[in-house]
């Protein structure tokens, strides 16, 4: 499976913080019972066999759900799972490397802030770019802020499709209007939320209006 425009219209990145009231398979669930249209899993701290494990698990969901699975980083492990994609930042491995070790059918997702990093991972071989913080975010302390110019110039830069992410929830969703993305990607948006189903669906609805402005 490569990776079509719609699938960024609603990209569910989990965080693990805010399991508890259910497992992070069971979030994942609401959240494709929702809408969205990709999920990607993002562990730091698991270890490789619970990881693995957790990823067999939600693959199998996202499967029922015929929604993309995308792992962050871990390229071998996405291979071992036999999940859709990768995707890697600015420092992880370059998309030529990913496409190298994945073959041609692997969707392959690449962190940008710039127009010279979107057009440098196209080049690449990337199948969509996630471009952010587009908003200030408590989920990465360290993000770096892209305006909405930058924003804008690498969606006309580019012909891959492009998710905006990084502090978008249902209140400032509306102002990534005119930028030409894709859709967005939402962590806390989407895990943290009381009723994780009923958010999506409003924040697909929100996103479907965002880009078809």
């Keep these: 499976m490569r990776c079509r425009k719609e699938n960024m219209l609603l990209y569910a990145v989990t965080d693990r913080s805010w399991t508890g009231r259910q497992t992070l398979p ?24 619970a990881f693995l494990e957790e990823a067999m698990l939600i693959k199998k969901l996202c499967n029922a759900y015929h929604i993309p699975l995308i792992i962050n980083d871990n390229v071998e492990l996405a291979i071992r799972c036999g999940a ?10 370059k998309a030529s490397d990913v496409r190298a070790r994945t073959g041609e059918n692997m969707i392959i997702g690449v962190s940008a802030q710039t127009v010279e990093q979107a057009a440098a991972a196209e080049r690449a071989g990337a199948d969509y770019l996630g471009v952010g913080a587009v908003f200030v975010t408590d989920t990465k302390a360290d993000a770096t802020l892209v305006s909405r110019e930058t924003l804008k110039s690498i969606c006309s ?23 030409g993305i894709a859709g967005i990607a939402a962590v806390s948006a989407i895990f943290a939320a009381d009723d994780i ?6 924040l697909k609805k929100l996103a479907g209006e965002v880009v078809g402005s």
């Design 26 to 49: 069971e979030q994942v669930e609401s959240a494709l019972k929702g809408g969205v249209t990709c999920i990607q899993i993002r562990e730091k701290d698991l270890d490789e066999t």
């Design 84 to 93: 859709d994609g990768v995707h890697v930042g600015q420092s992880d491995m």
């Design 157 to 179: 830069a580019v012909r891959i499709p492009v998710a905006a992410i990084g502090g978008i929830s249902e209140k400032n969703l509306p102002q990534l209007a005119g930028t």
């Design 197 to 202: 189903e009923q958010t999506c669906i409003r």
